[in-house]
């Protein structure tokens, strides 16, 4: 009996252990399982913790913002989609669309990507939406970087799901590099002009202090007059104002700039000064009421230094539009010189929206120079002049291409000087010997009786090339006879 009773001890006690290492081994696994190190592990601005063995090799981003960062990071390829609003750079517009407000997830379920970029506003309109691509085993992160101090971290998060973090540390020195050298130029200026930023035109909203739109005044050298302006809600970068606190301020401030874009979209020019009591203001007494592209200004992307630097050109032309450096003995450039006529017009950039490209262009179309890299520190001179009328582009073989570092001739700047300002005929007409050998007769006699260009021996020469000399003469002395 009693060796019975030691033999059912004996068996009980096995069977007690055999339960204890089973459930060790199951506990083990399970803490395996959650301290496996991956090579991408982050929080995402939904706060879901995102973890990826590897770089994403197939994405779809669903906010422009995201695709053209990932083509500054040097992706291309790996995109197999975008949202239906992005068209930055125009070779995005090659990329499959899917629209998240009305499609499917079925429809980007079927793409099989490894990572679905979001931002927080598509998660909170439609979470339906984004739970289905989680269901199927999609990464779906969402990035949105609120304010100027969170861009690097969020560029370095995009930079870490896509293996591209040395171009990040590279492109995001170079940025602030260039943002202290505008500072450099601003922080001494006498005088700095009190700024009004219209974010949007219903009930004539602005920004906050640490938005974008916001550090771009200060570093272009402004004044916010608007800096007692709240967010209309926690972590908004769009601030309550009204009509009696801009009029309130009316003699102070010297610049109006209104953004336009999709979302929150200011006033045109007209619109603006046609408001009741808004002929008050300083800045639409003093015509100086300017429109900027929301993404310029308010997106973030590299692209934000254009918007800083289309303010300093809005702030002080008299610095930033100055194109004196081009006073010297040597032929200009198709690109230099486009820089100069946009400088001397005080053009504002040409940025094309989400309506551009549902149009056919007989002439240019934007982005579409195969000469022109998207990276050129001259692009956005390049497409202005061209966009505008002041230069032309060329059609070759169904390819759209600039020219850059081809010269301009003699009669190429007359045409110009023709169109960039209003000039009259005069009674003395001076004799031009080979005005024949001319394609406009017309343009260029009226630019040599005007005086805005010399002749040589009687001679007009038209095909010589122009020297950055003859073309900074020539635009001085057209201001003075204007």
Not at 168 to 195: G, P, R, W
Not at 285 to 293: A, G, P, Q
Not at 352 to 381: A, C, L, Q, W
Request: aromatic share 10%; with cysteine; charged share 30%.
């Amino acid at each position: 009996m009693v060796k019975y009773n030691m033999n059912v001890f004996f068996l009980i006690i096995c069977l007690i252990g055999m339960l204890v290492f089973t459930g060790c081994s199951d506990t083990n696994q399970e803490n395996s399982a959650d301290n496996k190190e991956y090579k991408i592990s982050f929080v995402d601005d939904d706060q879901k913790q995102i973890n990826m063995d590897e770089p994403a090799k197939k994405i779809i981003s669903l906010y422009s913002a995201h695709t053209e960062n990932l083509y500054k990071l040097g992706i291309d390829h790996e995109i197999i989609g975008v949202g239906t609003s992005d068209i930055y750079p125009a070779k995005v517009l090659e990329k499959k669309q899917f629209d998240y407000k009305n499609a499917d997830p079925e429809k980007i379920i079927l793409e099989e990507p490894d990572l679905v970029l979001i931002r927080p506003f598509i998660n909170r309109s439609r979470p339906d939406f984004v739970q289905a691509l989680e269901k199927a085993g999609i990464n779906v992160v969402s990035l949105y970087p609120e304010s100027f101090d969170e861009l690097d971290d969020y560029i370095n998060k995009l930079s870490i799901l896509t293996g591209t973090e040395d171009k990040a540390k590279t492109l995001l020195e170079d940025f602030h590099t260039q943002i202290d050298n505008i500072k450099e130029k601003t922080k001494n200026i006498d005088n700095k002009v009190n700024v009004y930023f219209e974010s949007s035109e219903q009930d004539y909203k602005t920004v906050t202090v640490d938005s974008m739109p916001a550090m771009a005044i200060n570093i272009a050298g402004g004044t916010n007059i608007a800096s007692d302006a709240k967010p209309i809600k926690e972590g908004s970068s769009i601030a309550a104002y009204g009509t009696e606190r801009i009029l309130e301020k009316a003699d102070d401030i010297d610049v109006f700039v209104s953004q336009n874009g999709v979302m929150n979209a200011g006033g045109n020019k007209h619109s603006i000064n046609i408001r009741p009591g808004f002929d008050t203001i300083k800045a639409i007494k003093n015509d100086r009421v300017y429109v900027i592209n929301q993404k310029i200004i308010s997106s973030p992307t590299f692209r934000y230094l254009d918007g800083i630097n289309e303010m300093c050109r809005m702030f002080y032309p008299e610095i930033f539009d100055d194109y004196s450096k081009y006073d010297v003995d040597e032929e200009v450039t198709r690109e230099e010189f486009a820089e100069i006529i946009v400088k001397f017009k005080h053009e504002p950039t040409f940025i094309p929206t989400s309506k551009y490209y549902k149009k056919e262009h007989k002439g240019h179309t934007y982005g579409m120079f195969e000469d022109v890299d998207i990276n050129d520190e001259r692009i956005n001179f390049i497409e202005t002049a061209v966009t505008t009328g002041y230069i032309n582009g060329f059609k070759e073989n169904n390819k759209e291409l600039f020219y850059p570092n081809n010269k301009i001739t003699r009669e190429e700047f007359a045409k110009v000087l023709f169109m960039v300002d209003d000039i009259k005929p005069v009674d003395t007409k001076i004799n031009i010997s080979d005005i024949s050998e001319v394609e406009n007769e017309r343009i260029v006699q009226m630019i040599v009786d005007n005086k805005l260009m010399e002749l040589k021996n009687n001679k007009f020469n038209p095909k010589d090339y122009v020297t950055g000399e003859d073309v900074v003469k020539s635009l001085d002395l057209l201001k003075a006879i204007n």
